[in-house]
Nanobody
Framework: QLVESGGESVQSGGSLRLSCVVS????????LGWFRQAPGKEREGVSC????????RYTDSVKGRFTISRDGAKNTVYLQMTSLKPDDRGIYYC??????????????????WGQGTQVAVST
């Protein structure tokens, strides 16, 4: 089970940190990631990291602004978001990926989803 938190409404240029608590254990070859879905748009991959910590991926639009990290002791994965833009708004979903973090964002394959947390960015 994946449970997200941390979504809220912020002004453009602001920062937020999303958290996702992972219940239970995952195989070592799994990855954890974040996806988002804006109103009227398809869900898209935002960031992904392998449980080994050896691979980190970001979609182009968030590179340099978002950082994914994990606290193994707390079974929690985070998404630190800075310099937020209105285009970053949407429902953010935590995900467990059974095939790691391929280089191409569109190749990320999710096995488990969280319920989502809402992020709003105002101008």
């Amino acid at each position: 089970q994946l449970v997200e938190s941390g979504g809220e409404s912020v002004q453009s240029g602001g920062s937020l940190r999303l958290s996702c608590v992972v219940s239970g254990s995952l195989p070592d070859w799994y990855a954890l990631g974040w996806f988002r879905q804006a109103p009227g748009k398809e869900r898209e991959g935002v960031s992904c990291m392998t449980l080994s910590g050896g691979s980190f991926r970001y979609t182009d639009s968030v590179k340099g602004r978002f950082t994914i990290s994990r606290d193994g002791a707390k079974n929690t994965v985070y998404l630190q978001m800075t310099s937020l833009k209105p285009d970053d708004r949407g429902i953010y979903y935590c995900a467990a990926l059974g095939a790691g973090c391929p280089r191409r964002v569109t190749s990320w394959r999710v096995n488990f989803w969280g319920q989502g947390t809402q992020v709003a960015v105002s101008t």
